[in-house]
């Protein structure tokens, strides 16, 4: 069992930026995949980023890619969305999650383990 947390949401000024962090409960954290997954009201929740279990290959969603970065640490056990640049659109609820493996996961469903979010607006 994997348990998530993130942290570091809040308000932030468009064209600013935040750092979001997740930190996993558990010692096989190193060999998880890892997204990052966002959910507005009244929409549906969004694919971000993905990075895989060995710091390696990353994926980002169009509309994030060029001012989100993904990365991870796996000596602390946490994996980081540096957000710049944000837009009011960027505004969400953001959950990070871990799968058992794969490579490049876009889809909620094919992660096991979720956090329980981190509220993030950006504010024009």
């Known amino acids: 069992q994997v348990q998530l947390v993130e942290s570091g949401g809040g308000l932030v000024q468009a064209g600013g930026s935040l750092r979001l962090s997740c930190a996993a409960s558990t010692r096989t954290f190193s060999n998880s995949p890892m997204g990052w997954f966002r959910q507005a009201p009244g929409k549906a929740r969004e694919f971000v980023a993905t990075?895989?279990?060995?710091?390696?290959?990353?994926y980002y969603a169009d509309s994030v890619k060029g001012r989100f970065t993904i990365s991870r640490d796996n000596t602390k056990d946490t994996v980081y969305l540096q957000m710049n640049s944000p837009t009011p659109e960027d505004t969400a609820v953001y959950y990070c999650?871990?799968?058992?493996?794969?490579?490049?996961?876009?889809?909620?469903?094919?992660?096991?383990?979720w956090g329980q979010g981190t509220q993030v607006t950006v504010s024009s």
């Open positions: 990075i895989s279990w060995s710091e390696g290959p990353t």
């Open positions: 999650a871990a799968a058992r493996t794969g490579l490049g996961l876009r889809l909620p469903r094919e992660y096991e383990y």
